[in-house]
């Protein structure tokens, strides 16, 4: 089962919860509304517009920087675990990844 199909199962269920919330005594016309399961074919075609517009934002600007302060991130995060093991040790390798991943979102804002 891909995810779209898991993901339409999960609306059915979320139709049936609501559904079974208003049965009993509702008002007229106060229900949910009725559920239409998705055809596979309507699936994959929003698998496909949410994958476009997925690239279209990586290849932004926010998305290539974001992407790169990710790095950043985890050479901080990275160099941080290091020195609370030995704060004596030489970071250097560490610490040029830190200034290329840092350059990198520089260069992403450009």
């Given amino acids: 089962m891909s995810e779209d199909e898991r993901l339409e199962a999960f609306r059915a269920q979320a139709h049936e919860r609501d559904c079974a919330a208003v049965r009993g005594v509702?008002?007229?016309a106060m229900g949910?509304?009725?559920f239409r399961q998705r055809s596979t074919v309507a699936l994959q075609a929003d698998a496909s517009r949410r994958a476009a517009a997925r690239d279209l934002w990586r290849s932004s600007v926010a998305g290539r920087a974001l992407t790169a302060l990710s790095e950043v991130e985890r050479q901080a995060e990275?160099?941080?675990?290091?020195?609370?093991?030995d704060p004596a040790q030489d970071l250097a390798t560490r610490g040029a990844a830190l200034t290329a991943a840092a350059q990198a979102v520089l260069r992403a804002l450009r």
């Fill in 26 to 28: 509702a008002w007229s």
């Fill in 32 to 34: 949910p509304v009725s």
């Fill in 78 to 85: 990275a160099i941080r675990a290091a020195l609370s093991r």
